[in-house]
């Protein structure tokens, strides 16, 4: 039986690295590659480290990953070479947080096909966790993905993805975003102290926003996917006068205090000229673990009730569970594994690429 690359992903699957993942949940395997032998298949890969410091402690982890897919039925030979992403100690990015600087018209970062913007009229339904899970689920499917977290006063995609680099700047301006789970990630939380509040007044607020969006490398993307605050203030304003946004992505629970809001956030989107691609109930169904019971916890089909009234399409029906939440507290999003919950995201991506939305 010929080796297959799932194969050589479970195999490191199996590899715990500090600060918990493994290679591929990290997303450090690069240009795996298999070829037939006389006597087997030869495997060779990459493990990208996320700097030079990083790559020159791996060479334990190097090996480990060897002997893991040497074991692996029907391998003759493995070649595992180590390289690090991002620059040396010592480059810091710039200062985030300023006032807005003038500019001619929208700007889209160069190379960047699509800016989608995912939106909630309120907190807590769970914008955040599907940002993350949508874009690796979209770079699941193949495509090109960035994220971007715009919710200055509470960003959680560090946590959520997984990021412990810093990123950094090989001039004092242009800044080197991190790659996780095959996406391209940057987020105001990487610069600051984690702990630390942002009290920052509207004008901040918009420049901010304008470096993470302009000052970063986003290099070739076919999507760039940007975790809103809740509700309609001054970062939304922002990206929908300063930037070619594609379209927003509402996200809501089932029940009518969330769609109230909801219903506010569509009405801004459509009011400054901006799409609306569509909706996602989130924690849509629970379906108990012990009994297999399934309960609408919040209601359910109240989203698709306010899709049908506005005209749009719903485009997902999310579950709730605890994986989820697990998955995200441990920098590993669920969609980046198997099961119901990851099957409902790459459906969601199958269906945006599908349609040309994404």
């Known amino acids: 039986m010929s080796v297959t690359r799932k194969m050589v992903e479970q195999a490191l699957r199996h590899i715990t690295l500090p600060g ?4 591929v ?6 240009a795996l590659s298999i070829e037939g032998g006389a006597e087997g298949d030869v495997v060779r890969f990459v493990l990208e480290a996320p700097s030079v410091d990083a790559a020159r402690g791996m060479e334990t982890l190097r090996a480990a990953a060897e002997q893991a897919v040497a074991q692996i039925d029907g391998v003759e030979a493995v070649s595992v070479a180590l390289t690090a992403h991002g620059p040396d100690k010592g480059t810091e ?6 006032h807005p600087q003038p500019q001619k018209g929208p700007i889209k970062p160069e190379g960047v ?9 309120k907190g807590g339904v769970g914008k955040s966790t599907v940002s993350a899970n949508l874009a690796v689920a979209l770079a699941r499917q193949g495509r090109r993905v960035g994220l971007l977290d715009a919710d200055i006063y509470g960003p959680s995609q560090a946590r959520m993805m997984g990021a412990t680099a810093r990123p950094a700047s090989p001039d004092g301006q242009s800044i080197i975003p991190l790659r996780l789970h095959g996406v391209t990630m940057m987020s105001i939380g990487l610069l600051v102290e984690e702990d630390k509040a942002i009290v920052w007044r509207g004008p901040m607020l918009m420049g901010a926003l304008q470096q993470l969006i302009g000052q970063v490398q986003w290099g070739e993307l076919d999507d760039l996917i940007i975790d809103l605050p ?5 970062v939304q304003l922002t990206l ?4 070619e946004l594609s379209g927003a992505l509402i996200v809501s629970t089932p029940q009518d205090v969330a769609l109230l809001d909801a219903r506010k956030a569509i009405d801004m989107f459509r009011t400054l000229g901006t799409p609306v691609l569509g909706l996602i109930e989130n924690m849509s169904t629970f379906h108990c673990p012990q009994c297999g019971a399934e309960t609408q916890i919040f209601g359910h089909g109240g989203v698709a009730a306010e899709a049908e009234r506005m005209g749009a399409p719903l485009l997902a029906a999310l579950p709730i569970d605890l994986d989820t939440r697990l998955a995200g507290d441990a920098g590993t999003p669920v969609a980046a594994g198997d099961g ?3 099957e409902a995201y790459a459906a969601l991506a199958a269906r945006l690429v599908a349609d040309g939305l994404a």
């Open 20 to 23: 918990g993942g493994d290679p």
């Open 25 to 30: 949940s990290r997303d450090m395997v690069r």
């Open 93 to 98: 990015a710039p200062t985030i947080g300023q």
């Open 113 to 121: 096909a699509r800016i989608l913007a995912v939106a909630s009229g």
């Open 230 to 234: 809740p509700g309609t203030g001054d």
């Open 240 to 243: 929908c006068q300063k930037t």
């Open 340 to 342: 119901a919950v990851a």
